[in-house]
């Protein structure tokens, strides 16, 4: 079972087919964050990704929830711990919506993932990005995140790994 985080603003909950449109529009945009995640994607392909964040939660005990938002309940972005087959560490990551961007929704729902992922063994929680992904960077510095390693990906790209605080640390942790 997925289980369901709240945080003061946000619920984070498993995908389900409802959430098909708010993936599609994310994941349509040849601009923009949604290059980071393999965008742009056909409706079918954007399909496929919600089904393999689902999925991923079956298979491996962890993954992506979608990130609602309580006020209004719609679903924002997604936000989770992941680990594709053949990669060799485990990924917070994070997506929104444009609309939602640019107020906290990242951070807040990140700080709760990171929690459920030191709760669930994974010491230290870690992060990885494109270096041109400015944004995620940013994130992974506000969330008090330090670069601890320097690798490169099956898919060819070399990235800074971050290992990521639990949000209740009062001091830095090393690896």
């Keep these: ?83 594709p087959t053949g990669w060799p560490r485990h990924e917070l990551t994070w997506w929104l919506i444009e609309d939602a961007r640019g107020q906290g929704y990242a951070t807040e729902a990140s700080r709760a993932a990171i929690a459920w992922g030191y709760a669930h063994g994974f010491d230290p929680v870690e992060t990885h990005m494109r270096d041109e992904n400015a944004a995620a960077h940013a994130l992974a510095k506000r969330l008090g995140g330090w670069v601890i390693a320097r690798d490169t990906f099956p898919d060819g790209a070399t990235r800074d790994v971050y290992a990521l605080p639990h949000p209740d640390a009062t001091e830095r942790r090393s690896a």
Excluded: N
Aim: overall charge negative; proline content about 5%; some cysteine.
């Design 1 to 83: 079972m997925i289980p369901v985080l709240e945080t003061e603003r946000l619920t984070l909950r498993a995908p389900e087919m409802a959430d098909q449109a708010v993936y599609a529009g994310f994941l349509a945009r040849a601009d923009g964050p949604s290059a980071f995640y393999g965008g742009p994607l056909r409706e079918d392909q954007a399909f496929q990704r919600l089904a393999a964040d689902l999925g991923h939660w079956h298979l491996r005990g962890h993954g992506k929830w979608m990130v609602v938002e309580r006020a209004t309940g719609l679903a924002v972005g997604g936000c989770g711990i992941v680990q």
